[in-house]
């Protein structure tokens, strides 16, 4: 799905004028990218290229829209647009990225003066009540009155400068949330800002209008009009969305660059793009903890192993996740991690519930099993220890075991 969307972008950078050299290189970085990969490994956050790959498909279709001369196909295409849109809602609240860009695509294609014009945003009108309607809803308190630890999503002045740092974060090899970013990042995104404008200024008109629409894609892509838990996001799989910002950017770069008469300046571009691939590359394996895992044989196996962890050590523990946090619309599942006294050191699965309470049950049968909560250690045997008892207990202990933000429980053998 990422090298899907990969290709959307590397497609949707040819129609807007950027050279097959320039859309490579952009495609190959976006692909790459720390926060990209975060969200393939990462089990759970599935919705991150789901959202993303929707968003690209609807910016296609909008440039064929406009790029289509007879109505049937521009109605055809404008339709499947607004569906792309439709699907990407129902993957994740990024979606209202969508407007933006579609807006900027058009941008570059016409002109300011095109766009401006009445009937020019009356074609906008769909995806503009869409976006509307559904910021509304994530918006709604009531939305969130149940999951604790997340809602309260509104406007804070100081996420414009997070904003601009996390454009430095975001080609950070490394994962890094944009609260722990040093000040530095902040002054040299402002200098990244500066050079951007001014390299625009001097360039194409059309170059002009891409490096414009990359930036303001990569800054809005993480501003607070898009719901999540922003202090953990930029250089991790909540950065997904903000890639392709930093994707037009570096095409729109590379286009300028690789067009140049010297030859000096097109190596020092091509050997700056792979040196930058070949350093995310490089990273990724070391950066991203969650791993691909079989869900049957190999969780089996890892139950198997934790068991006699616990029955041989009094230091075994098995660490239980909460309903992930991060997916507010999914509250059928939890997750199970397995530690031992050096900590955790296994896979972490994301599993129904009713499989999780089923584990559960056949884990009391097995050993005896103490739950923190109410700040002490409280037995549980196989009539109350499931996903619920454990929930009530993270949620009222603020996490006794923790695993970023999630709510989790240790379970241990007493």
């Given at each position: 799905?990422?090298a ?8 949707l950078?040819?129609r ?5 050299a320039?859309?490579?290189?952009g495609?190959?970085v976006?692909a ?5 990969l975060?969200?393939?490994?990462w089990?759970?956050?599935?919705s991150?290229?789901?959202?993303v ?13 406009l ?22 809602a ?8 969508a ?5 900027g695509?058009h941008v570059?294609r016409d ?6 014009r ?5 074609r906008?009108t769909?995806?503009?009540l869409?976006?509307?309607?559904y910021?509304?809803f ?5 939305v ?5 630890g ?5 406007f804070r002045?100081?996420?414009?400068p997070?904003?601009?740092t ?11 949330t ?17 050079v ?11 170059w ?12 809005f892509?993480l ?10 996001a930029?250089?991790?799989?909540l950065?997904?969305p903000s ?5 037009m ?10 067009a ?12 700056a ?16 903890a969650w791993?691909?895992v ?5 969780y089996?196996?890892l ?18 996740v909460?309903?992930?946090?991060w ?11 397995f530690?031992n006294?050096?900590?955790i ?6 599993l129904?519930?009713?499989?999780i309470?089923?584990r ?7 050993a ?5 909560e109410d700040?002490?250690?409280?037995r ?5 220890l499931d996903?619920?008892?454990l ?6 202990n ?5 695993a970023?933000?999630v709510?989790?429980?240790w379970?241990r053998r007493?």
């Amino acid at each position: 799905l990422h090298a899907a969307c990969a290709c959307l972008l590397f497609s949707l950078l040819r129609r807007v004028g950027v050279g097959i050299a320039g859309a490579l290189a952009g495609s190959c970085v976006f692909a790459v990218l720390h926060a990209p990969l975060a969200a393939v490994a990462w089990i759970s956050a599935a919705s991150g290229p789901l959202v993303v790959f929707f968003v690209l498909l609807s910016g296609v279709c909008w440039q064929r829209y406009l790029e289509s001369e007879r109505s049937s196909a521009r109605s055809a295409w404008y339709v499947a647009a607004l569906l792309a849109l439709v699907c990407a809602a129902a993957s994740k609240e990024d979606c209202v990225l969508a407007g933006p860009l579609l807006f900027g695509l058009h941008v570059v294609r016409d002109g300011w003066r095109a766009v401006l014009r009445p009937r020019g945003l009356l074609r906008y009108t769909p995806f503009a009540l869409f976006g509307a309607v559904y910021l509304a809803f994530v918006f709604d308190p009531a939305v969130w009155a149940d999951r604790p630890g997340v809602g309260q999503y509104s406007f804070r002045f100081e996420m414009v400068p997070k904003a601009v740092t996390n454009l430095v974060v975001l080609f950070w090899p490394r994962h890094m949330t944009i609260g722990a970013a040093p000040r530095w990042m902040l002054f040299v995104g402002i200098a990244l800002l500066l050079v951007i404008v001014g390299a625009a200024r001097n360039g194409r008109e059309r170059w002009q209008r891409v490096l414009y629409l990359g930036l303001a894609v990569a800054l809005f892509g993480l501003l607070p009009v898009l719901p999540g838990p922003w202090e953990s996001a930029a250089a991790s799989r909540l950065g997904y969305p903000s890639a392709i910002g930093v994707g037009m950017i570096v095409a729109a770069f590379a286009q300028g660059a690789l067009a140049r008469r010297s030859t000096s300046l097109r190596v020092a571009a091509l050997c700056a793009i792979a040196a930058g691939c070949a350093l995310h590359a490089l990273s990724v394996r070391s950066t991203i903890a969650w791993r691909f895992v079989d869900a049957s044989s190999d969780y089996r196996a890892l139950v198997d192993a934790t068991l006699s962890c616990l029955d041989a050590s009094e230091s075994g523990s098995v660490l239980f996740v909460a309903p992930p946090v991060w997916n507010a619309l999914d509250h059928e599942r939890g997750a199970l991690a397995f530690a031992n006294g050096r900590g955790i050191d296994s896979e972490r699965f994301e599993l129904p519930l009713e499989e999780i309470d089923a584990r559960l049950g056949a884990l009391s049968s097995r050993a005896e099993v103490v739950v923190w909560e109410d700040d002490r250690w409280v037995r549980a045997d196989a009539s109350t220890l499931d996903h619920e008892m454990l929930r009530r207990a993270a949620d009222a202990n603020a996490v006794h075991g923790h695993a970023g933000s999630v709510p989790a429980n240790w379970l241990r053998r007493p």
